[in-house]
């Protein structure tokens, strides 16, 4: 079996991807030997009794050595595991649900409630920055809420100390569509074209930076649609290329499974498996899940930039630059990329959502458009201010 199959120069390639070493590698089983501390490995997804398992985060020795395991798990195991009372404040929970609920409601009646990246419109109910709406509405809630070793544990397993995290609120409604099959932030949320722009290593890297979880906010039965997993399927190196693929897709379907969660269950997964919210066929079981997607202290440049101002004070030269050709494609790509920030994120996906892809604009598209349309610099001035207002927690 090919171990990286790429296209030219280093770059992964959806089309050199195949199936079949997919398939070979999401058809491996979990060992018990190699979870020694799971509760049980059901349907390849090793379960945690966190209610046992608590005095074991309470010693730095111990706390340390199942810390080690889920992080096995991630990078060359299941790639997912499931923590049974992660949160045993049921109360908390169920004030915080009906926090939750209101805010639904009052977006709702704002603007229509918030969109969601890989499913139909129409289908769930989204709460962006779920984190800070729930700290400032309710700070006790919010204190009691995320007081949860097991969490804390599971985060730094994947990502070390001081990780960043941040949450989004899932609410899916009886009849509600399912998700496609995709992998998660940050390669994931970029469209093809952009991926594949990527260098092999750095889709390896990807994974590594970020730590998907989520927290059921009530019992999730199969019926209701708890998120579809196919284990293993971390370990496809070009997956971020073959996702969109729909063999790879329909093998996915064809093997995925789905474990039912009670309230206050924790689900995590290196952010490269195939997964998928899934299809809610439940009567009365509105399914409420907080999404973490947590990041390592790392992702952060050393210094502190102010790149609007210096788009500011570049764009005279650069307009003039590219009008009288001595400015040419390249160099004016070049140039902008020292200059502006090229990336989409962080950002307030209420004010800023995605724009014509899974990624709203970045600062970098933004000064190109105006370099090439011949903007006035008083207009630049008001669209990056514009940009840097929706953008604001």
């Known amino acids: 079996m090919k171990d990286v199959p790429q296209g030219p120069g280093g770059y992964y390639d959806a089309a050199s991807c195949t199936l079949a070493d997919f398939a070979a590698l999401t058809a ?57 009372a992660a949160l045993t404040d049921q109360a908390a929970i169920d004030t915080a649900t009906g926090i939750y609920t209101r805010i639904i409601a009052e977006e709702k009646a704002a603007r229509g409630g918030g969109a969601d990246h890989f499913a139909a419109a129409g289908s769930n109910d989204r709460i962006w920055n779920s984190l800070q709406k729930l700290c400032l509405a309710a700070p006790a809630t919010f204190l009691r809420f995320f007081a949860s070793p097991a969490v804390d544990a599971a985060c730094e397993a994947w990502l070390g100390p001081f990780y960043q995290m941040t949450a989004q609120i899932n609410l899916v409604h009886p009849g509600g569509a399912a998700q496609q099959a995709h992998r998660d932030y940050h390669l994931g949320f970029q469209t093809a074209e952009v991926c594949a722009t990527y260098p092999a290593h750095v889709h390896d890297l990807s ?22 997993l196919l284990p293993f399927s971390q370990l496809y190196k070009p997956g971020y290329a073959a996702w969109r693929r729909d063999d790879f897709r329909a093998h996915f379907e064809a093997h995925h499974v789905q474990l039912p969660l009670s309230k206050g269950d ?27 997607q947590v990041s390592s202290a790392f992702g952060r440049a050393m210094e502190s930039v102010d790149r609007a101002a210096m788009c500011r004070a570049v764009f005279p ?77």
């Open 28 to 84: 491996r089983s979990v060992d018990p030997a190699e979870v020694p501390h799971a509760a049980e490995v059901a349907q390849n997804i090793p379960v945690y009794d966190m209610v046992a398992r608590a005095p074991m985060l309470e010693r730095p020795e111990t706390r340390r050595a199942l810390m080690a395991e889920w992080a096995r798990i991630l990078h060359s195991g299941a790639g997912v595991f499931v923590l049974k």
């Open 317 to 393: 030269a650069l307009k003039t630059g590219w009008s009288d050709g001595t400015l040419s494609r390249a160099g004016l790509a070049a140039s902008i990329a020292a200059t502006a920030e090229g990336y989409s994120f962080p950002t307030n996906l209420d004010r800023d959502p995605p724009a014509g892809g899974l990624a709203p604009e970045t600062q970098a598209a933004l000064l190109t458009r105006a370099v090439e349309e011949g903007w006035m610099p008083e207009a630049l001035d008001a669209a990056l201010a514009a940009q840097a207002a929706k953008r604001r927690a």
């Open 207 to 228: 994974p590594l930076m970020t730590l998907q979880g989520g927290i059921a906010h009530c019992d999730m039965p199969v019926e209701s649609g708890p998120t579809k």
């Open 266 to 292: 924790a689900l995590f997964f290196n952010p490269a498996l195939f997964h998928a919210a899934g299809s809610n066929r439940s009567a009365d079981v509105h399914r409420m899940v907080n999404l973490l």
